[in-house]
């Protein structure tokens, strides 16, 4: 979501009751310096952006609500029900409104918590290339079936736009082609994808970080 401090603090119930029932939430907030950022209990993270923009909450994947907040003649709100152009909306939001931005909060008593790749590449990638070990819990669906999965295991490999591992430092230009995780399991190494994987067996929605063993120096 991105919002304005009132809007948030109009949309607190909401927010917070979603939080409470296993939402993860991350909040862009318009804030200059000159207004109070409600403190909002269970969101994920909250980043500042100082530049106002548009009124933005992508929901499920499915769902996306717009409106402006500034330099409008008119007012309107658009409600968007696909996944296509929910999707445009999620890289809107990942690339202009959070990857430059400074964090204000986050939540230290979950683990660290991403509901994309990218975002978990984004900051992963310097201790995948140090050769450290990471195990995640993977939730999301099978790309053939759409079967719900729930996966633990080893991460063992991450590859980006065909090469057998990402930069050091990767911008998320760099990841905005095919990312692949491959995740070692009880039963096998599992491929997974981004949000709308076509190739691999499993499209990701959360992934959560359980352990990083780190080499020895």
Request: charge should be negative; charged fraction near 25%; hydrophobic fraction near 40%.
């Amino acid at each position: 979501m991105a919002a304005t401090p009132a809007q948030l603090e109009e949309l607190r119930p909401s927010i917070e009751t979603a939080a409470a029932n296993g939402a993860l939430i991350q909040i862009a907030v318009y804030d200059a310096g000159d207004a109070d950022v409600p403190d909002l209990d269970g969101v994920l993270e909250v980043r500042r952006c100082p530049i106002p923009g548009p009124f933005l909450a992508i929901v499920d994947r499915r769902y996306a609500f717009f409106a402006p907040n500034v330099h409008s003649d008119r007012s309107y709100g658009i409600t968007i029900g696909d996944e296509i152009l929910s999707f445009i909306m999620h890289w809107y939001f990942r690339t202009c409104l959070w990857a430059h931005n400074d964090r204000l909060s986050i939540d230290r008593d979950q683990s660290p918590t991403y509901v994309s790749i990218e975002g978990f590449v984004h900051d992963a990638a310097s201790l995948l290339r140090d050769g450290a070990e990471m195990t995640l819990r993977v939730i999301g669906h099978r790309t053939e079936t759409g079967e719900r999965v729930d996966l633990h295991g080893t991460l063992v490999r991450a590859t980006w736009g065909g090469r057998l591992e990402p930069p050091r430092d990767p911008t998320y230009t760099d990841l905005a082609g095919q990312v692949t995780l491959f995740l070692e399991t009880d039963e096998r190494v599992v491929s997974i994808g981004a949000w709308g994987a076509l190739f691999e067996d499993v499209e990701a929605e959360i992934i959560r970080v359980e352990g990083i063993d780190l080499p020895n120096p």
